[in-house]
């Protein structure tokens, strides 16, 4: 293939944090100068666990408006709303005929998500990995930049892939994911054994994006840390390694230099250093962000001219693949 052709999904619920900024966003503004970029706002992924509808809306208003505040450019990528499109659904059920319900049975992310609902654990839950993998293949994605949480839906996708080619010629592209090498996995600053998350962990350890610079610094300077000295990485230095990884990634420096540029310093002159770096790596989207946010319009607007482009693509997909299984008209 001559280009690449970068796809990824991003729920539209929670507040987005540094966490997912460094794991997932950063990459997806990156990835609009490697390839072909298609970034998917994924509700129908939202929904396999309760949502309050206008809730979801707003959320999904939010996420848009962050995408774009961070850098992605609707004329460079193709940025939509995955329930605009049909294909997604229908794509997910014919995937799920060649889908091992025992390896749906052994995913980690169904078993931790299940675990937290007190009223239902929908089949739409356990079917989440199915529609992710149909979001991809609709695209015939050659790469999906992810966090380092999504490995193993990642390697169900390949397989999917690979178990329909065999059965039915090759019709799908089997996706490789790509994983940041430094902060795929950043940590709650007040349990830095914990990933930074929305779900888990201490509101007070969890940088929003959203959050104002005031904010970011108190949360950054009562990290965690061990009772050391040192700025190092290390296994008995959960925090300090971690903000090593948040300063490399903001700053763009390897984490290396970064232990020599801070010898001999302590901890608090270090943790301001990593502050004052994040808030002005942030601040710049914040601001976008408060622009870009009021005008639902404009943002629906930017949606359904990406759904438009999105689905030309999936729509041949499905068609080639509907032929592949021989269901439908003939045509
Ligand atoms: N499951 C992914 C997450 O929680 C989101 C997602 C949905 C996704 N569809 C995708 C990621 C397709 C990559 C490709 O982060």
Redesign the pocket.
Known sequence: MAEKRI?????PTGRKHLGNYIG?IRQYVEGQDRGEAIY?I?DL?AITVPQDSAELRERLYDTTAILIAAGLDPDRCILFR?SDIREHTELCWLLGTVTAWGDLNRMH?FKEKAEQQRELVSAGLFF?PV??AA??LAYRATE?P??D??RQ?IELMRDIAERFNARYGEQLVVPEGRYPEVGARIMNLQDPETRMSTTYGSEQGTVYILDPADAVRKKIRSAVTDSGTEVRRGPDKAGITNLIEVLSVVRDTPPDGLEREFKGQGYGDFKAAVAEAVVEYLGPVRERYEELRPDEAAIEDTLAAGAEKARAIAAGTLADVRRAIGIGAPG
């Open positions: 796809f990824s999904g991003i729920q997932a998917c994924v992924h995955q992310q989440y529609l992710q979001d991809v999906v992810v966090g949480d999504q839906h």
